[in-house]
C-alpha cells in the first residue's frame, strides 16, 4: 500500500479559462491521465452549476490536457481514503460525481466535450450522457471496472443499454476497448473530427454570433468527418452478431459458455481476448455489471445513478465482497496483477449474494442518492431504445 505521509499539495488540478461569451474547463492531471478526484469533482461541480446561472456564458468546452481525456475516478485516492478512515468516504465521492454526471447530462447551456484521447469510467459519466459527444482519432473508450473488483457506474446502465443488440453488455463485461471511429459507428460519440482540427473548432465556437444550437450543430459539421472502420473492428456485421448470440444469455456463466463454445469454430482473436478478460475479472463484478446494464435498459438516467449509486455503497462497504480492495491492491497498489477474488468462481455467487448489492444499507448515516430533478436527458432523445 502507497505511504499515506506525502502531504505535496497538487495545484491546478482542473482549468477554467474564457471570456463572457463562453467557458473552457480542462482537466489538467495529465500525469495521472486526468483521473478524477474529490477535489476535481468538487470544483467542477460547483464551476458548472454557475457558469449555467450566468446569463452571460452561452456555452461550454469541456476538454484535457495531455492523452487523456480522463481513465476515469482517482480509485487510488479514493481506496487510500478508506483504508485510513471509513468506506463513506467513498461514498461522498461518488455522491458528488453522480450528482455531477447527471448535471452535465442534463446541461441548459450547450456542453462540448472534445475527447482527444482515452476515456474510461468516471470520464465517461462526464461525457456519454449529453447531448454532444465529440471525438477524434485518439480517442480510446473503455469500460474496464470488473477488473478491480467494481462495476460499470456513472451512468454506465443508461448509456451502454442503449447501445445496439448486446454490445453494451459486451463492452461492459469484457472492458473492451474502442476507437473514435467505433464510438461514432455504435452510437457512443455524435461526432468525429480529425484531431488537428480541434483547435479550429474552437476558434469558429468563439466567434459564434450566437449560442442557438442549430448553429453549433452546423459548425460542428463543417469539421466533422466519416472515418472509415479498420478491417480489424470488433465493430462489423458478422461479429455484431456473434456479440449478440453470447452475450442476449441471461446469465455470465451461459455468456461465458457460449463464447468457448464459439471459439472452438470461430478462434478470431477478439473472442479469445474477451474470454480471457472475462475470466480475469472479480466473478461477482461481472454478475453486478450484467445485472445494472440489463436493469439500466427500462430506468432512465436519473433511476439508474440512483441505483448505480447503491450498489457503489455496498461494494465500497464490503458488504459480501472485498473484491475492490484486492483488486485494488493486485491492480493499482502492489500490481503485481494477480487479484484474489472471493468468491473466486462465477458458480460460487449466488443470486442472493448479488441482490444484496442492490439493497439498500441499514446504517443511521446511509440515505438512497438524490439528485436535484431536472429535465429530461439528452441520450433519452438521442439514442435509440432497445
Known amino acids: 500500500m502507497p505511504s499515506f505521509c506525502n502531504f505535496k499539495t497538487e495545484l491546478n488540478k482542473v482549468l477554467f479559462e474564457g471570456d463572457s461569451f463562453y467557458r473552457e474547463v480542462i482537466l489538467n492531471r495529465p500525469t495521472k491521465l486526468n483521473s478524477l478526484d474529490y477535489e476535481v469533482i468538487s470544483l467542477m461541480l460547483k464551476n458548472f452549476r454557475d457558469f449555467e446561472t450566468d446569463s452571460t456564458v452561452k456555452f461550454v468546452i469541456l476538454k484535457a490536457n495531455g492523452r487523456a481525456f480522463s481513465a476515469g475516478g482517482d480509485v487510488v485516492s479514493i481506496v487510500s481514503s478508506m483504508i485510513t478512515g471509513h468506506w463513506c468516504f467513498g461514498a461522498r465521492f461518488y455522491k458528488k460525481q453522480f450528482n455531477l454526471d447527471y448535471l452535465l447530462a442534463t446541461y441548459k447551456k450547450p456542453l462540448l466535450p472534445l475527447i482527444d484521447g482515452i476515456v474510461m469510467g468516471g470520464g465517461a459519466g462526464l461525457c456519454m450522457n449529453g447531448r454532444f459527444r465529440i471525438v477524434t482519432e485518439k480517442a480510446v473508450f473503455a469500460m474496464p471496472e470488473a477488473s478491480i473488483g467494481l462495476f460499470p457506474d456513472v451512468g454506465a446502465s443508461h448509456f451502454l443499454s442503449r447501445l445496439p443488440g448486446n454490445f453494451g453488455e459486451y463492452l461492459g463485461l469484457t472492458g473492451g476497448r474502442l476507437n473514435g471511429a467505433e464510438m461514432l459507428a455504435c452510437g457512443l460519440a455524435t461526432h468525429f473530427l480529425f484531431s488537428k482540427d480541434l483547435s479550429l473548432l474552437e476558434t469558429a465556437l468563439k466567434t459564434l454570433p450566437s449560442s442557438d444550437m442549430t448553429i453549433i450543430y452546423q459548425v460542428i459539421n463543417k469539421f466533422a468527418q466519416k472515418p472509415k472502420l479498420k478491417q480489424d473492428t470488433i465493430y462489423q456485421t458478422q461479429r455484431l452478431e456473434t456479440i449478440n448470440k453470447c452475450f442476449s444469455k441471461d446469465t455470465v456463466e451461459e455468456i461465458l459458455l457460449a463464447l468457448e463454445n464459439e471459439v472452438k469454430n470461430n478462434p478470431e482473436i477478439w473472442i479469445n481476448k474477451a474470454i480471457n478478460s472475462m475470466k480475469a475479472a472479480s466473478p461477482t463484478s461481472l454478475k453486478i455489471t450484467l445485472r445494472s446494464i440489463r436493469a439500466g435498459r427500462l430506468q432512465n438516467l436519473k433511476l439508474c445513478l440512483t441505483r448505480e449509486y447503491t450498489i457503489c455503497c455496498n461494494v465500497l462497504r464490503a458488504t459480501v465482497s472485498n473484491d475492490l480492495y484486492e ?27 448479488v441482490d444484496r448489492y442492490f439493497n439498500g444499507i441499514d446504517e443511521d448515516d446511509w440515505k438512497y442518492l438524490q439528485i436535484p430533478e431536472r429535465s429530461v436527458t439528452s441520450m433519452d432523445v438521442l439514442m435509440p431504445k432497445l
Open 327 to 353: 483488486g485494488s491492491r493486485a491492480m493499482l497498489f502492489d500490481k503485481d496483477k494477480k487479484p484474489k477474488w472471493e468468491p473466486s468462481k462465477l458458480e460460487l455467487v449466488s443470486k442472493e449474494m
